[in-house]
């Protein structure tokens, strides 16, 4: 039988992987997560790229952009739906659920592998496919997709298409292949979460219960969840879109009796989860990092757990916000907009349950903490600000302004960027054995807040202003061009540049640490969850013997435990 | 100082409202749970031989500091979700709309707006509309203290009609008539432009709409009709 | 560290349910298009749209694939008694009826539409008609036919080679729970043809 | 799996599969005798009880336990939500073409 098969074979630490086997078709998580956090970060750079050029159009309109060149209304179109489309799709999601989880899951619960790692193996290579057919669509004639993330139909139906051309000849195009990589990502997620829910439910280490679940894997799973239930409808409508657009059908075609509007629901039926299947896992990782220094549990962990479930439910019926002014039924958008409200509850809870967990502890802010620390402050200026957008009377106006640019910016920064920082230097001891350098941590921690709010928050200003988006040139504007609304853009387009250069402090950081860091013991961060029980870096098949829990994941300085202030789940 | 643009519709006073509200409650809250962030971050820093509390927050005596704020966050969203029903169906629900005084029917095409004034009879949606596109005198002139109707269409992709000082906007969908209506409460020349990605030129798809009083707008309407606006083929 | 969870389900048909999920919402998108489309205009079922399928073709179709269902519980059945022949023709039974089903629609009822001018690619049909027209709302029936009939013909073929593979990799008589899982799969295609059938060809 | 065997109880599917296929017959005769909404509310109560029947005895749902229930009610439910969700509006708005 082959070798993936035999399980004595493939978790044996001793047997001998060809290089091929080791590093490139691996079977093994934790390089599989390597590989997926690799691409993702290397597409994050790209996709961070792409924002510094066109947010250096918009302050110096008709300059000359190094690597781009002057820009037009087609190529800043492009460069912004592929901004948001890597950002999401090709940084967010890998690095968020399939890099993290595929790192976290299996040691968390103390198994030696995924449960099905040669499907493991083939989701990463289809995501890489897809990685590959975009970066072929931004090559193609007339340039890559120019529609807006949301790819709006007609617009993105019509767009460099040619009826009477031909299925190839429109299948090579920006737009048929962008909607082609997506689809191809959405299976590889796909599997890859497959593989995380069989493994949580199947494969926990004797003894642990689900509440001993630590709460990162509850929320990566339920993340996983939503993103099963949500994806099913865009994929449908991605399909009808690629049809529309290489064999000349009608779905989207009003004069065919088609309906525009019928796309947008298929997309935001995915849209919005998809927010939260991001979020979630970003939560899941300050949740773990808080406890860890504090030194204290985390503060109404199962109510914790129980509020993550509700919003990842109430998440699925909250789409249609983002059409309130796209000519809905005005009811509908009502009953939407009650949802949205509804859902700051959980997370109102959620975030009032982090703070507290602050009191009383032993707060030791080293880098992960600092970071998770970020995350908690930002996200809670996103998290306000998502109000405004959610009521339907005050969206009317907000609606495709800079105000929802600074919003999402200040989740999804938090969220993926803190978080997934957060996350780094709190696991990169556990994947490579050597510690991140603190000193340079800090600093790359501190130039990435700076250039965060430097430029976010003008935006909102400007925002409520009523400067709306995606205008490459607002020399048309005459009550666009005032002094401080200039001002405004200058200082965004300095704070995109100064997080972009900050990152090169953080790839110095990982390759010095990665070869020459001080070496890291088993438990470097004295925590109580099970991947830190396996050595660093964990061996093929990560635990000698399987461990046991006994406990929950945050039993920090429990009375009934003498001597440390920690408890590790696998200890009697 | 407003954060909002000056106002000019009869609706626009009224978002300025929610947003005020929503403005306030958001910041306090905001501000709320930042100060409690900092206060329990800068009390609880690690001192030598210090020892953490053991709060697990699960029983009622820890966990009612965040179950009482929150009960007031739900109270805060109700109030917020009112006062968002309020506004929304004065504007939205065609139910509660006011009786228009005129129609004027608005298309959306790349990359400019046409505006179409019923004709001699008065009525729109029939034979002698009159088109006025951009270009020659494409204005769109609505008389000041009036309700008009704006049946919104597209002739070709997604646009979105948004003037910042009437407070609200809406996507032109092609196959669909949305109808919005506005009541002007100054006269002016105020800019409308388009809000929805609509292709290359999207950047450059503005137009004025001019605000003007009764007297003006029969004798713009009279020109109209008189044909020495030029029609504009279809 | 055992293959099975608490809930006492196999770690293989737990992931195979979960992709069986995900695959329903997929179709779901498809169906829930197509059905509010179809609210939304009579000329669906003009005899011009689906008054012009075959029903009887249809319905012999659906007893084929029907029959093919039965084969594979069979099949299953057999794996549980450890009987290897019976199961082994029994999943080759499958797979030829999936075939026979696909042979019908890609060889008779696909070409026999496409003659009738009935195509995917509605550009010839619609030439210079009316916007909104019935011709056009016709096109779009058929363009949703192609699309949802196509795409259930493609989780035939997964389906088949699926079985295919099962009946390799259980050859030796190892690893036979295969024959469910792969079992489960082909229900899924049964199940959305239940609903693709009447939406195209009963309801005129 | 060693639990494989005693994990189902034995079923007869012939039965089975001729209430799908007396369903069947049912469905069609409803197409070509009634007309209208009872036509289309008919075929519909019968596809619905197919549905659930291939779902329950051929893919065996009512032998799993709640765990994958759940999962492969939510998949339907989530569905019906969206199309509960969009058909306001896609259905109950005429569709009017500007040139």
Known sequence: MPWWRNKEIRMSAHHEQSFLSKYVFSLDHKYIAKQYTITGIVFAFIGGLFAVAFRMQLAWPGMNIPLVGVLDGMKYNMLVTNHAMIMFFWAAMPIMIAGLGNFVIPLMIGTDDMAFPLLNMLSYWIFFLSAVVLVLSFLMPGGGAATGWTMYPPLSATQNIDPDAGLIKNLFTGGSLLILAVALEFAAILLGGINFLVTTINMRAKGMKLMDVPVVIWMIDLATVDFMFSVGPLVAGAVMLLFDRIFNTGFYDPARGGDPILFQHLFWFFGHPEVYVVLLPGLGIVSEIIPTFTRKPLFAQRWIIIMAVSSAFIAMIVWAHHQFVAGIDPRMAEFFSITTIIISIPFAFIMFALVASFFGGQIEIKTPMLWALGFVVFFLVGGVTGIYNGSAGLDMYLHDTYFVVAHFHYTLIPIVFFGGMAGLYYWFPKSTGRMMNEGLGKLHFWLTALGLNLFAFPLFFSGLNGEHRRIFDYAAYQPMMVDWIINIRHMATIGAIIIAAAQLILFINIIMSASSGEKAGKNPWKANTLEWVADSPPPHGNFATPPSCYRGPYEYSNPKRSGSDFWPQNEQ | MSLLPEAYSSVAPEIGELFNLIFVLTTVWGLITAAALFYGLFTSLKKQGGKAKYITGEDWAQSKFIWIPLVLVVLCDFWIDVKTAHVWSMVEIVSEQPQGDYDIKIVGRQFYWEFVYPGPDGKLFTEDDVSVADGNDGELVIPVGKVVKLHLTSADVLHSFFVRQFGFKNDVIPGRIITRWVQATKEGRIELTCAEICGPNHGTMRNWVKIVSQEEFDKFVKNLNSGEVAMVAQ | MSDVSIERVPKGRLGVWFLIAGELVIFGGFIACYALTRFEYPEFGSNEAAGALNLWVGVINTLILLVSNWTMVVAHEAALEKNLGKMKSFMWGTIILGLVFLAIKLGYEWPHDIAEGHTISSAKAIAGAEPGSEVMKVSLFWNYYFLMTGFHGLHIVVGSLTIFGVIVSTSKGENLHRVELAGAYWHLVELVWVILFPMFYLIK | ?99
């Open chain 4, 1 to 99: 799996m060693a639990d494989e065997k005693d994990y189902h109880g034995k079923q007869n599917y012939v039965m089975i599969l001729g209430v799908i296929a007396v369903l069947l017959i049912g469905m069609v005769g409803i197409s070509i005798s009634m007309t209208g909404s009872n036509k289309v509310i008919g075929i519909v109560v019968l596809a619905a009880i197919q549905f659930y029947f291939v779902l329950t005895n051929l893919m065996h749902l009512k032998y799993e336990p709640a765990l994958v229930n759940l999962v492969a009610y939510l998949s339907v439910v989530f569905i019906l939500l969206w199309f509960f969700g969009v058909a306001p509006d896609t259905i109950m708005i005429p569709l009017t073409i500007t040139q």
